[in-house]
């Protein structure tokens, strides 16, 4: 092993609290050498909030160092040569798309693609339903999706995320979903590209038995689960089998050494 990639909410910090121990691991890769990223399917803030939350955690992360869903999905459209993008996502997100002529919220037709984030409570039916539209007014019209985690563990609780909304749509479109996001293989090989390693020399570190642990295997990751965040019991009786099950991002160093 080595390099590592790092899950945020769930395994940084859960909500607005880090995890105990989380700052030291950190500062331990960093006073150790070993090359990292953070990973995260987080659509909701743009990577500069990331890190000046991280920064208020005592962590210290640049932009680069963070890979989302929109970033990727931005440059996979500029390669498309594909404008004017109906996006469904946060207004902070929205800025990753800069100069690609966003589609106005009211339009019903003429997207060159739909994309869909996570909107959280904005979510409504009207929403949804005309994003469905937006697909169906043109079967050459991609549905992008900016990752297919399907909840995620709230302040107040479990929230679904965007991956519930993409298979509501795929299902009434009838089409798949371009997947810019965890679990997607070409995600995992982004994030390995600027680490500049094999697949098989970095570790995934993970709360979502599927979408951290699952999609960093497939992608020929190695794939460790944490017990924090949205982490239950049940992930460990189920048909995927961690290379490694830690009781919190804290434990990291200790395992590293051991393996």
Do not use: C
């Not at 092993?1 to 950190?26: F, K, R, S």
């Amino acid at each position: 092993m080595a390099g590592v990639l790092l899950d945020l909410d769930g395994v940084v910090y859960v909500g607005d609290e880090a995890v105990p121990g989380a700052a030291e691991t950190i500062s331990w890769l960093a006073t150790e050498g070993i090359p990292h990223r953070y990973l995260t399917n987080t659509t909701s803030r743009p990577r500069s909030a990331i890190v000046e939350k991280l920064g208020r955690m005592g962590i210290v992360a640049s932009a680069a160092q963070i890979l989302t869903p929109g970033v990727v999905a931005a440059a996979w459209l500029r390669r498309e040569r594909i404008e004017r993008p109906a996006l469904f996502v946060p207004d902070a997100t929205a800025a990753e798309f800069e100069g690609l002529e966003p589609l106005p919220g009211s339009a019903q037709e003429g997207a060159g693609a739909v994309v869909v984030g996570d909107l959280g409570a904005a979510w409504d039916f009207a929403t949804l339903n005309r994003a469905f539209r937006l697909l169906m007014s043109d079967p050459r019209v991609p549905l992008v999706a900016l990752g297919l985690t399907r909840y995620w563990r709230a302040d107040d609780g479990l929230r679904l995320d965007a991956g519930a909304y993409v298979r509501a749509l795929e299902y009434a479109s009838g089409r798949d979903a371009v997947v810019l996001g965890k679990p997607d293989p070409a995600f995992y090989r982004a994030a390995i590209d600027e680490l500049q390693l094999a697949p098989d020399q970095v570790v995934m570190v993970g709360d979502d038995i599927r979408t951290d642990v699952e999609g960093a295997q497939r992608a020929g990751l190695t794939g460790v689960l944490v017990r924090t965040g949205k982490f239950a019991a049940s992930d460990l009786t189920g048909d995927v089998t961690p290379d490694a099950v830690l009781d919190s991002i804290a434990d990291l160093p200790r395992w590293w050494a051991e393996r």
